[in-house]
């Protein structure tokens, strides 16, 4: 499985961004899609999850109300669209897909992961 990020870019403080992460692979079947996110000097952090087969999602509480990730099952693809930026969104946003974890925000309950898009909030 390979997973491909795109979206990310530089945006004022109140503005938007949508980011796509594409995933590709014979057997590609998920229990979910996840965005990460890792700051200069911090830890890798959860951001948002999505159950592949329902939709259901979950959201670390900092971007509850500004960010919705959604997906396309036919097109493989998910995707976070981020509102109401602040200047410490700005990171690297990872995406990733798990077979078995969906509420889990540890790094080492998913499996796959992208290469990362990074998004700036200038203030």
């Known amino acids: 499985v390979q997973l491909q990020a795109s979206g990310g870019g530089l945006v004022q403080a109140g503005g938007s961004l949508r980011l796509s992460c594409a995933a590709s692979?014979?057997?590609?079947?998920?229990?979910?899609m996840g965005w990460f996110r890792q700051a200069p000097g911090k830890e890798r952090e959860f951001v948002a999850s999505?159950?592949?087969?329902?939709?259901?999602?979950y959201y670390t509480n900092s971007v509850k109300g500004r960010f919705t990730t959604s997906r396309d099952n036919a097109k493989n693809t998910e995707y976070l669209q981020m509102n109401s930026l602040r200047p410490e969104d700005t990171a690297v946003y990872y995406c990733?897909?798990?077979?078995?974890?969906?509420?889990?925000?540890?790094?080492?309950?998913?499996?796959?992961w992208g290469q990362g898009t990074q998004v700036t909030v200038s203030s």
């Open positions: 990733a897909a798990s077979r078995g974890s969906f509420y889990s925000t540890r790094t080492t309950q998913w499996d796959y």
């Open positions: 692979g014979r057997t590609f079947s998920p229990y979910a």
């Open positions: 999505i159950r592949w087969s329902d939709g259901t999602t």
